[in-house]
């Protein structure tokens, strides 16, 4: 669905590619996992497993890339070091982590951080916390000071600030 503030109206969008079932499908536990290119407008969507899982017979995660120019999806390279059979993936773009900005994917279940640069199309190792992911996860750019924060909860909240250059800090909990 797309919101077109002019018309204060909702008009249907373009599908996402097949095999994707049409209408009404639980894509898994996507909490936070669509993020746009601010120069573009494309966005960009994590799949969750258990879509992948349940109706598409795989495993893991598959990426998208909606292209706001010609109103396509298109399915996305994926880094291949995601990690089969986890759910419930973060992402968020990074505007001035290289070139062309990247995307940073906290993946659920192992807790890792891959970054996908614009710039090379290449996918890479960002940080790994060391501790697993979890159920609900988010992460958000401030461009303020130039970070990324991540929240991860189940049955321990999990705070924690990443710089540009992958380090992480753990925060206090509330």
Not at 99 to 128: H, M, P, Q
Request: hydrophobic residues 35%.
């Amino acid at each position: 669905m797309i919101w077109t503030d002019s018309t204060n109206a909702w008009i249907r969008g373009t599908n996402l590619p097949s095999p994707i079932p049409d209408g009404g499908v639980n894509l898994g536990h996507s909490n936070d996992a669509v993020t746009i290119d601010p120069l573009t407008g494309d966005f960009y969507f994590a799949l969750g497993r258990d879509i992948r899982d349940t109706v598409l017979g795989g495993a893991g995660h598959t990426l998208y890339r909606f292209t706001q120019a010609t109103q396509t999806w298109e399915t996305f390279d994926n880094p291949g070091e995601f990690t089969p059979g986890v759910c419930c993936t973060a992402a968020a773009w990074w505007p001035g982590l290289g070139a062309s900005g990247s995307i940073i994917i906290w993946e659920g279940g192992t807790g890792k951080l891959f970054r996908w640069d614009k710039a090379t199309n290449a996918w890479s190792l960002f940080a790994n916390p060391g501790t697993g992911g979890a159920t609900w996860m988010a992460l958000e750019y401030n461009p303020v000071q130039n970070v990324m924060y991540g929240i991860h909860g189940s049955a321990a909240n999990t705070f924690i600030k990443i710089q540009s250059n992958g380090t992480l800090t753990s925060l206090s909990t509330p």
